[in-house]
């Protein structure tokens, strides 16, 4: 069994028990659209029979939105499934770490998966800022989203008004900076073009809870990690009125990020200077 976060006859959320990272489902007549399938062996093994069971024939392509372990780990299980990704994915620099990232936490949980574990490779690369793929009826609007990882990829589905976050505007999380903070914000100000733009019912972040018909918690969310952001450049910079700890006191699981919150303190005085 599995958490299902949210179900339509068009779309379906499930939710891992692991940092509620979430797996969305973009159905239509002809084609299925899977995003980013985690975490466990066995919520992968649920999707994937799910799929078969309640969408037999139907042609299967997986969305991955970047190269963190968590979001690539499931991709062995549907060798069926065409794969569509960015670019920067397909020419990811540390292909062999990401595989031993999930090897290292399988271990950790004497996890045994009944599908191989490989680097996915990418069928439809995507290439350009605001590309579009169309996928029969499906139509996808692919946005590179760096910041949070370098290779990062965002999807509107025109068709489900539906926008695929990857790590970005989670409820639970403050922004991950692996990659830069200024590609960050402008990720950032991407979303809101997008939403200024598309029509938006349901906008999924990689982990914590999506958002439906809820504007208002959209912008609250870009509001959120826009202060974030920038009360840790001002703090980096050594303004004595930021309370560095402060920063994540309002996050229901911040007790469990402090360490995510020092690396991210790292990175931006890595940036300084540049
Ligand atoms: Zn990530």
């Known amino acids: 069994m599995m958490n299902i976060q949210y179900h339509s006859a068009e779309v379906i959320i499930f939710e891992s028990t ?3 990272t979430t797996s969305t489902l973009l159905i239509s007549a002809s084609t299925l659209l899977l995003v980013d399938p985690n975490w466990s062996p066995r919520e992968v093994q649920f999707i994937h029979s799910y799929i078969r069971e309640h969408f037999p024939g139907r042609r299967l392509y997986l969305f991955l939105t970047h190269a963190d372990f968590d ?5 062995g299980a549907f060798p069926e499934a065409r794969i569509i990704a960015s670019e920067g994915l397909q020419h990811y ?3 062999d770490r990401a595989i031993g990232d999930i090897r290292d936490f399988d271990a950790r949980f004497y996890w045994s998966r009944s599908y191989p ?7 439809i690369v995507v290439e350009d800022h605001r590309q579009v793929v169309q996928l029969d009826a499906l139509e996808l609007h692919c946005f590179f989203a760096p910041g949070h990882t370098r290779e990062g990829l965002m999807g509107w589905a025109a068709s489900h008004e539906t926008l695929i976050l990857g790590d970005y505007l989670s409820d639970l999380e403050f922004p991950f900076v692996y990659d830069h903070s200024q590609r960050y ?3 950032l100000d991407e979303v ?3 939403i200024q733009n598309y029509p938006i019912r349901i906008a999924v972040p990689g982990h914590g809870q999506a958002m439906i ?3 208002g918690e959209m912008k609250r969310r870009l509001a959120k990690d826009r202060l974030y952001l920038s009360r840790l450049q001002r703090f980096g910079r050594g303004e004595t009125s930021v309370v560095f700890d402060d920063l994540i006191q309002s996050y229901a699981f911040a007790r469990g990020l402090g360490e995510e919150h020092e690396r991210n ?6 940036e300084i200077g540049e």
Request: proline share 6%; no cysteine.
């Open 18 to 20: 692991l940092y509620q």
């Open 71 to 75: 979001h690539i780990l499931g991709v």
């Open 93 to 95: 620099p540390e292909k």
């Open 117 to 123: 574990l490989y680097f996915p490779e990418v069928d």
């Open 185 to 187: 914000l402008h990720t």
């Open 192 to 194: 809101e073009w997008m």
């Open 213 to 215: 018909d809820d504007l």
């Open 265 to 270: 303190l790292e990175k931006i005085k890595s």
